[in-house]
């Protein structure tokens, strides 16, 4: 069956994640990887389904499995984020709910454990759409969050993969593995209510306070009941100049296009660019899809009518 569901078997639910895209190749996962990445996609996966299978709402599905795979150190998001340059974690993040088309966004905050779960409060206990550096870090711990040290989120490979960008300065601030990391979710629910909500540590090595796409409602994240949910992975300053997200829900609504051209043209436009990644996408329609421009996107997705993936490749169904 193509990606696309048809229209006669609409489900109940849909969920698609991502958990980075990149250079993921067979023969560069090691099987402890490939087995550990997986395991999460997995975890994230039944996160999420198990809200949306008891009626839950698309916006609590997608921060359950967002707030999964940021406990997963597998992924560029909270435990297991990249290091800046100065060796320390700062994390973005971006949750919006379809159906009243409000948003909430963190970026370069150091201590939240789950910054999905910040970005939902910034959504509905604050006028703002976006916090960002102490001040974020001061609302969380205001709004009783879990707080930890910002040494909770390091992990030695992302210190090998800093020393290694050190070391080299002709790799520039592309991801020394060229790999992204970043997670997301996007999903529907049994109302017909959309959501997306992403999450990351940005790119290796970044400084001067650098934010990507991921937290930028419009460009990294997007949802809206009249076209669709979107979260994207990649080179984020490209993603912010083609206002990815957003740019997909516009050719939806007013072009009419499916899920997957939409997603499809709008991610060739990004590569025009210069720009490498990867989205999810699904609608009030329950339709589902995804697209990327690299060799792999880590994603998954699952549905009401008991289809369940898992695949890395670019060549996995
Ligand atoms: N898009 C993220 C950023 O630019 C990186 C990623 O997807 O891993 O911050």
Same mark, same amino acid.
């Given at each position: 069956?193509? #990606?696309?569901?048809?229209?006669?078997?609409?489900?109940?639910?849909?969920?698609?994640?991502?958990?980075? *895209?990149?250079?993921?190749?067979?023969?560069?996962?090691?099987?402890?990887?490939?087995?550990?990445?997986?395991?999460? #996609?997995?975890?994230?996966?039944?996160?999420?389904?198990?809200?949306?299978?008891?009626?839950?709402?698309?916006?609590?599905?997608?921060?359950?499995?967002?707030?999964?795979?940021?406990?997963?150190?597998?992924?560029?998001?909270?435990?297991?984020?990249?290091?800046?340059?100065?060796?320390?974690?700062?994390?973005?993040?971006?949750?919006?709910?379809?159906?009243?088309?409000?948003?909430?966004?963190?970026?370069?905050?150091?201590?939240?454990?789950?910054?999905?779960?910040?970005?939902?409060?910034?959504?509905?206990?604050?006028?703002?759409?976006?916090?960002?550096?102490?001040?974020?870090?001061?609302?969380?711990?205001?709004?009783?969050?879990?707080?930890?040290?910002? +040494?909770?989120?390091?992990?030695?490979?992302?210190?090998?993969?800093?020393?290694?960008?050190?070391?080299?300065?002709?790799?520039?601030?592309?991801?020394?593995?060229?790999?992204?990391?970043?997670?997301?979710?996007?999903?529907?629910? *049994?109302?017909?209510?959309?959501?997306?909500?992403?999450?990351?540590?940005?790119?290796?090595?970044?400084?001067?306070?650098?934010? +990507?796409?991921?937290? #930028?409602? +419009? *460009?990294?994240?997007?949802?809206?009941?009249?076209?669709?949910?979107?979260?994207?992975?990649?080179? %984020?300053?490209?993603?912010?100049?083609?206002?990815?997200?957003?740019?997909?829900?516009? $050719?939806? $609504?007013?072009?009419?296009?499916?899920?997957?051209? *939409?997603?499809?043209?709008?991610?060739?436009?990004?590569?025009?660019? %210069?720009?490498?990644?990867?989205?999810?996408?699904?609608?009030?329609?329950?339709?589902?899809?995804?697209?990327?421009?690299?060799?792999?996107?880590?994603?998954? $997705?699952?549905?009401?009518?008991?289809?369940?993936?898992?695949?890395?490749?670019?060549?996995?169904?």
């Amino acid at each position: 069956m193509p #990606l696309s569901a048809h229209a006669q078997d609409k489900p109940r639910w849909t969920l698609v994640i991502h958990g980075g *895209a990149g250079i993921i190749e067979k023969d560069k996962l090691t099987p402890e990887q490939e087995a550990g990445v997986r395991a999460g #996609l997995e975890a994230a996966l039944t996160a999420g389904s198990t809200v949306l299978d008891q009626g839950g709402a698309a916006l609590d599905a997608v921060e359950a499995a967002v707030r999964v795979l940021e406990d997963d150190p597998h992924f560029n998001a909270g435990r297991g984020a990249v290091f800046t340059w100065d060796g320390r974690n700062e994390l973005d993040a971006a949750i919006m709910d379809g159906a009243t088309r409000k948003a909430g966004a963190v970026a370069g905050t150091t201590m939240t454990r789950h910054p999905v779960a910040l970005a939902r409060k910034v959504m509905e206990e604050s006028p703002h759409v976006m916090l960002s550096g102490p001040g974020a870090d001061q609302f969380s711990r205001e709004q009783g969050l879990e707080q930890v040290d910002n +040494g909770w989120f390091a992990t030695p490979e992302r210190r090998r993969q800093l020393e290694k960008m050190k070391a080299n300065d002709k790799l520039g601030w592309f991801d020394v593995d060229l790999k992204y990391g970043t997670v997301g979710a996007v999903a529907m629910d *049994a109302n017909g209510h959309v959501a997306a909500a992403t999450s990351t540590g940005g790119l290796t090595g970044k400084r001067w306070g650098r934010i +990507g796409d991921t937290p #930028l409602i +419009g *460009a990294g994240t997007y949802a809206d009941d009249r076209s669709c949910a979107v979260s994207a992975t990649g080179a %984020g300053e490209f993603f912010i100049r083609t206002g990815v997200a957003h740019e997909i829900c516009a $050719r939806v $609504r007013f072009k009419g296009e499916s899920l997957k051209t *939409a997603a499809d043209v709008v991610m060739a436009e990004t590569k025009a660019l %210069g720009g490498t990644g990867g989205v999810i996408v699904t609608d009030p329609g329950g339709e589902m899809a995804w697209s990327f421009n690299t060799p792999g996107m880590y994603r998954g $997705r699952a549905s009401s009518n008991g289809e369940r993936i898992v695949a890395f490749y670019g060549d996995d169904k």
